[in-house]
């Protein structure tokens, strides 16, 4: 079980970004995936999670800016951001777990490399 998150860099408040979680030696849609990030001397904080039974979860922050998403074919996991803050400024990871989707990253059982996203003027 692999996870290669992609697609941090730099970027100005106000702009966008996308991140990507490829999966790799298991099939995504049998999993929840969750998006965490964290920033220097912070603890980790998830951010997004998607599958299990329940609807997408979203950080309160999050609502209306992020949006998660799901490529079946590309057994992919996309997370859009969108409207960024300076705040945002944090590493991003990518984990999977199964059945149900937690905000805890404690819950979590497969881990991505992280990706840095910092939104500066």
């Known amino acids: 079980v692999q996870l290669q998150a992609s697609g941090g860099g730099l970027v100005q408040p106000g702009g966008s970004l996308r991140l990507s979680c490829a999966a790799s030696g298991f099939n995504l849609d049998y999993y929840v995936i969750g998006w965490f990030r964290q920033a220097p001397g912070k603890e980790r904080e998830g951010v997004s999670c998607?599958?299990?039974?329940?609807?997408?979860y979203y950080a309160d922050s999050m609502k209306g800016r992020f949006t998660i998403s799901r490529d079946s074919a590309k057994n992919t996991v996309y997370l859009q951001m969108n409207s960024l803050k300076p705040e945002d400024t944090a590493v991003y990871y990518c984990a999977a777990r199964t059945l149900h989707c937690y905000s805890d990253y404690l819950k979590y059982n497969y881990w991505g490399q992280g990706t840095q996203v910092t939104v500066s003027s």
């Open positions: 998607t599958g299990g039974s329940a609807t997408d």
